[in-house]
């Protein structure tokens, strides 16, 4: 069974920072191309960094210079650092997993406050 558990979110300020973290189980994780996306309330789900199986890197504009995605494939995870966070970057974050199939995490709530 496939299970991505993010943690790491909650509430702050803006201007501070936040780390994600999901926890891959039940795939072959180095395997897998690994991303975060978004959902704000109103608003379709949308990209905010990937990460593939040889470390390649691509964000979407809105957080270029202030998030950084990175995987640590012997601890199955990944995880997004978020640095100098707007009240725009409020939203459900989620992990996704992409290889031949697709999966998705339970995602995790990131609210900044202005």
């Known amino acids: 069974q496939v299970q991505l558990v993010e943690s790491g979110g909650g509430l702050v300020q803006a201007g501070g920072s936040l780390r994600l973290s999901c926890a891959a189980s039940g795939i072959s994780f180095s395997r897998f191309s690994m991303g975060w996306y978004r959902q704000a309330p109103g608003k379709q789900r949308e990209l905010v960094a990937r990460?593939?199986?040889?470390?390649?890197?691509n964000y979407a504009d809105s957080v270029k210079g202030r998030f950084t995605i990175s995987r640590d494939n012997a601890k199955n995870t990944v995880y997004l650092q978020m640095n100098s966070l707007k009240p725009e970057d409020t939203a459900d974050y989620y992990c996704?997993?992409?290889?031949?199939?697709?999966?998705w995490g339970q995602g995790t709530q990131v609210t900044v406050s202005s």
């Open positions: 996704n997993a992409q290889l031949i199939s697709t999966y």
């Open positions: 990460i593939t199986s040889g470390g390649s890197t």
